[in-house]
């Protein structure tokens, strides 16, 4: 071919495909030689002869465990999650863990591809979500699994017997001491390029991502389906921080839980009949049911119930404990967020119960005493009649607060947060406490403002509603 080629091609161009032909012809031929642009023949055979002999050479479970071992080198590092569990002997037999974890499954489950309903890694992954040795997995929703394409490991096994054989080749010491310098330079670095491309095919084949769900068309009795991603970046980190920012990018893994999305997520789980719910439940909820969100951590799901703890009309109250000799709840806070990190002990505690501990216990008065025999009354020190003595008035308890500040106009947003969650906020743990907000705005201007300024001020005043008595222009 590249014969032919040389006779085609114009006078020019003779001498670069003349010097391509020669090396490929290194490459290929058993007995050809090269160094520093000199070609001779030899008796004995080439290192790229001989390292493809080794290659064909190497026993399919050797190269499968070498391709295991850069699985197990890339999920030491763990990434964003919680756990790795790279290449497991027996995927039935991993713990069970309550925050975000990856099983990246060995060479003999791979996957055929998106749409396949089984394959070898399909029921590997079915049969680890659905046992923990002899007993049932209970944390499914906590679990993410990454599988080989069928296709794409044919070559990243061909990549490694490649590397293994170039490896094999530079440490030999008994081939290097007939080599010479030149030629042993060459074997290390075709060792390393070997080994960078077995380790980025292996990376590139491990591409199908697996994990659990359940929907309304999941057919009556499946605990769970499975649902696929496909990995197809060409370079790519180290194959759990892969698939971790694919599950993040599309929505898989959550991050962030919004406080009315918790909400609506434990509303249809809380059952009418309990006054409170222990956060450990919570937690176990989201590790277990596979139609909730995936939550990267438990951390996750406290900063989700602090926001929601802190709303003005929060679905629940927290307390750090309930006692049940007392029958009362420890560090019980409404409207306001707990602090971090939550106690192991830690409720949610329903509205209605939270408020209703809260409220101030009204002391009924106490009745006059009388002394005396069955004679008569008898007076006692005091004035009155009866001989009782007046107790101390009944304190008055202030029942309206008013107060104005200035708001910062470099940051007002901020300022006002402050506002509300300093004084707004506490004034509205007091049971049936109404609270009014004014804003009074009083601007000036030296020059006196514009006609255009005054017209789209009136105009957004009377949209927003400004009370006219009190709003206009002087």
Not at 242 to 264: N, Q
Request: proline share 6%; aromatic share 6%; charged share 25%.
């Amino acid at each position: 071919g590249q014969g032919l080629r040389l006779a085609c091609a114009e006078p020019g161009d003779q001498l670069a495909i003349f010097g391509e032909a020669l090396r490929e012809l290194s490459e290929r031929a058993t007995y050809l030689y090269e160094e520093a642009g000199r070609y001779w023949f030899s008796t004995q055979p080439t290192l790229n002869r001989l390292a493809e002999d080794r290659a064909k050479a190497l026993a399919e479970h050797e190269v499968d465990e070498a391709i295991a071992q850069v699985l197990r080198d890339d999920g030491a590092s763990k990434d964003r999650f919680h756990r790795v569990f790279a290449v497991p002997d027996e995927p039935t037999a991993i713990d069970e863990v309550q925050a975000l974890s990856l099983m990246i499954l060995g060479p003999a489950t791979p996957h055929a591809g998106k749409g396949v309903a089984k394959s070898a890694a399909t029921e590997a992954v079915t049969d680890a979500l659905t046992r923990c040795r002899a007993s049932q997995r209970r944390f499914r929703n906590t679990l993410l699994f990454v599988a080989a394409d069928e296709a794409l490991l044919g070559t990243a096994r061909e990549a490694m017997r490649r590397a293994l054989a170039w490896e094999s080749i530079t440490k030999d010491a008994r081939l290097k001491a007939q080599l010479p310098s030149g030629q042993i330079a060459d074997a290390e670095q075709k060792a390393r390029n070997s080994r960078d491309g077995a380790v980025k095919a292996v990376r590139g084949a491990w591409s199908h991502i697996l994990f659990p769900i359940k929907t309304d068309g999941t057919e009556a009795g499946r605990a769970f389906d499975l649902d696929h991603l496909s990995l197809t970046a060409k370079d790519r980190a180290c194959v759990p921080a892969a698939v971790y920012d694919k599950a993040k990018s599309d929505g898989i893994i959550g991050e962030k839980l919004g406080a009315d999305a918790l909400w609506l997520h434990l509303k249809p789980l809380w059952a009418e009949d309990k006054p409170h719910l222990p956060v450990a439940e919570i937690a176990e909820w989201f590790a277990t049911y596979v139609y909730l969100p995936k939550l990267r951590d438990r951390v996750v799901l406290e900063t989700a119930i602090r926001d929601a703890c802190a709303k003005l009309d929060p679905a629940f109250a927290f307390a750090e404990r309930f006692d049940e000799a007392a029958g009362r709840y420890v560090g019980l806070v409404w409207q306001k967020a707990p602090g971090e990190p939550l106690p192991p002990t830690a409720v949610l505690v329903r509205p209605e119960v939270a408020i209703a501990q809260l409220r101030p216990v009204t002391t009924p008065a106490q009745p006059a005493t009388v002394s005396g025999s069955l004679g008569g009354l008898s007076e006692g020190p005091g004035n009155g009649p009866s001989g009782t003595e007046p107790g101390p008035p009944a304190k008055v308890q202030p029942r309206r607060f008013y107060g104005s500040v200035e708001i910062d106009m470099v940051r007002p947003v901020k300022a006002f947060d402050a506002i509300l969650n300093a004084v707004v906020m506490e004034l509205q743990r007091t049971n049936g406490a109404k609270v009014t907000l004014t804003l009074e705005i009083d601007a000036t201007a030296p020059e006196g403002f514009a006609d255009a300024d005054i017209g789209v001020v009136r105009d957004n005043a009377r949209q927003l509603k400004f009370k006219g008595e009190s709003t206009g222009f002087e």
